[in-house]
C-alpha cells in the first residue's frame, strides 16, 4: 500500500488544523493506521493511532485530549485533528500503516510497514 500525507502548513498557536493520509491499493481496513511525527532535531515519536475493525484509537500523552484521529475506510483516508496548538508541536507528520496490528505495539514505529512522505506543520508563537 502507498501512503500521501497532507495537510501540513504554517498555523498560529492555539489554532487547529486537520492532516490527510489517502491509501492505495485495497484491504484498506485491515491495517491499523498512525501518525508519527518528527520535531528539529529530535527522533520520530508516536501521536496517535486507530486500530483495524474496532477503530480503538490511541494517543500520545502529549497530544491526549487536543488531537483527533478517524479513519474513513471507503474513502481509505486516516485524518488527524490536531487543536490547541502549541509551537512544540512543530514537527513532521508522517502516515503509518501496518496490517493486522497487535494491540501491544500501535505506539512502535518499527512494526508499520508502510510510511507516507511526511507532512510538515509549523507552530508560531
Not at 492532516?19 to 508516536?46: D, H, M, V
Not at 493511532?49 to 491526549?64: E, F, H, L, M, P
Amino acid at each position: 500500500v502507498q501512503l500521501q500525507a497532507s495537510g501540513g502548513g504554517l498555523v498560529q498557536a492555539g489554532g487547529s488544523r486537520r492532516l490527510s493520509c489517502i491509501a492505495s491499493g485495497r484491504s484498506f481496513n485491515i491495517y491499523t493506521l498512525a501518525w508519527f511525527r518528527q520535531a528539529p532535531g529530535k527522533g520520530r515519536e508516536f501521536a496517535a493511532a486507530i486500530r483495524y475493525g474496532t477503530s480503538a484509537t490511541y494517543y500520545s500523552d502529549s497530544v491526549k485530549g487536543r488531537f483527533t484521529i478517524s479513519r474513513d475506510n471507503a474513502k481509505n483516508t486516516v485524518y488527524l485533528q490536531m487543536d490547541s496548538l502549541q509551537p512544540e508541536d512543530t514537527a513532521v507528520h508522517y502516515c503509518a500503516a501496518a496490517s493486522f496490528l497487535h494491540d501491544d505495539y500501535y505506539n512502535i514505529e518499527q512494526y508499520y510497514n508502510f510510511w507516507g512522505q511526511g507532512t510538515k506543520v509549523t507552530v508560531s508563537s
